[in-house]
């Protein structure tokens, strides 16, 4: 089994409808991983049926006890996120400022404050439509620790593929640099960096490949909506020269990728032509890349 990442620099690249349309062209030997817990949106374009949910639980939040509460206000001295305002004559913890930390539970006299396990959000296995299984999630509003929420999303999908011998594991990481981006990195054989001819698009593919050469995990990269700016599209083609990253592919712009997405199918399904033939060779020669350096 294959794990094989995309991710790229900046949002808006195209990654998520690159990542649906290698998963749609795979069928059902894939399982795919949404690690873009953050912003998800994969299940727009394979329809998964959320078959099966499970709320995930991750740090904690301190609980006051207002029956045991002697109103001293040291817990909310010690807090050095201010989460601890007093509410109708009441020291009340303000969710989404509190760390957990536990700090406040320590100094309080009556022991009137526990720290519970947090609920921040759920995470789904789930058959598409094309009958691949897909392991996604969705990460509470103003909820922290998403970076622990990518590595269940990416171990639970590598469990279902070894169990039922499949080759390759999908994964759509987050854009950017981040704690996901390095959950969704973590065990990869192969990175796909998805980036435009722009100058923060080229700005962004040298910041993220910084990080992926930290993991010493071979790359390569498409270029979206390559024609829209062609000398930075030469910058980014001598970037991937210099780095030794395989130029995957340069697609051309073109208004069919937002007709598609906008009734919920991939730009390889929804019709026959160019876009479609370049993506095809594309994921054939990503498995060709993948399983050759396997073998070595």
Known sequence: MKEIVIISGKGGTGKTS?????????????????CDVDAADLHLLLQPDFA????FYSGEIAVIDQDECIKCGKCADVCRFDAIPVINDQYIVQPLACEGCGYCARICPTDAITNESQNVGKWYISTTKVGSMMVHARLGIGADNSGKLVAKVKNEAKQIAAENNKGFVIVDGSPGVGCPVVSSLS?????VLVTEPTVSGLHDLRRVYELVKKFHIKAGCIINKSDLNRQVSGEIEEFLKTENIVHIASLPYDETFTRAMTIGQTIVEYQEGELKEMLTESWNRIKQIVTKSIMN
């Open 18 to 34: 690159i990542s649906a349309s290698f998963a749609y062209l795979s069928g059902k030997d894939v399982v795919v991983a949404d």
């Open 52 to 55: 099966k949910s499970e709320e």
């Open 187 to 191: 065990g990869a054989n192969f990175v």
